[in-house]
């Protein structure tokens, strides 16, 4: 959800104001994405190595999720939106804990969109903590950790059951992956979008999701369609 700062700025505003705006932005992609069909969405609210950040521009961001998750509970599992908070909660305080696992069993029953908010996420630290994970249940079960599978680890990582995702959408015009689903978005397509996240709406998804609808995946293979046409 890149560009709040950069949004805010171009207001000759702080940057709190753009992370506030972000939050409305929240508000109508959670929805526009369950009017579109989509199953999954996965926002990345707060990677591991946004701590660097200014003291007070963290605590914003933990404001805004707090408040987020408090106001908007209620209205998210009335829409039938099942919540799962996905990132390192080692590092977090006992009243965002207590907020994180509230929403996730109060929303647990839903099905209408699977809501992954990415909060002190970071995709190396998610897949440290599933192979330590992996690697301690094999030594306990005395296994060869050569027999270790693709799916055992997909299973350990935070989208445990989840599907990959197979579009990952940045805004703001940056084009890295930075830090994000480096296992589960090993086949997913990437769309880039010119728009600062405060300004993300429904047009802006159809948009991406427009362009994805556009591109062939072969998945290492190749296009079969094409090589017959050949
Ligand atoms: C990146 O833009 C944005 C963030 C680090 C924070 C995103 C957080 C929110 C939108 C609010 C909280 C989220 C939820 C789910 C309630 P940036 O600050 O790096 O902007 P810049 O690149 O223009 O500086």
Known sequence: MDGNGRWAAARGRPRSYGHKAGVEAVRR???????????YLTLFAFSSENWSRPREEVRDLFGLMK???????????????????????SGLSSDILGLIETAETK?????ALQLNIAFNYGARNELRRAFAAVAKRCAE??????QIGEDEIAAALDTAGQPDPDLVIRTSG???????????????EF????????????EWLQRAISEFSSRTR???GIDAAKDVAL
């Not at 992609?29 to 199953?39: I, S």
């Not at 929303?107 to 099905?111: A, D, E, K, V």
């Open 29 to 39: 992609t959670v929805k526009a994405a369950a009017d579109l069909g989509v199953e």
């Open 67 to 89: 408040f987020f998750v408090t106001r908007d509970l209620a209205e998210l599992c009335a829409n039938g939106v099942r919540i799962r908070v996905l990132g390192d909660r």
């Open 107 to 111: 929303s647990r029953q839903n099905t």
């Open 141 to 146: 079960e005395g296994r060869d950790p050569s």
């Open 174 to 188: 940056e084009m890295r992956l930075s830090n994000f689903m480096l296992w589960q978005a090993a086949y997913a």
């Open 191 to 202: 769309v880039f979008l010119p728009c600062m996240w405060p300004d993300f709406d429904k």
């Open 218 to 220: 072969r998945y290492g």
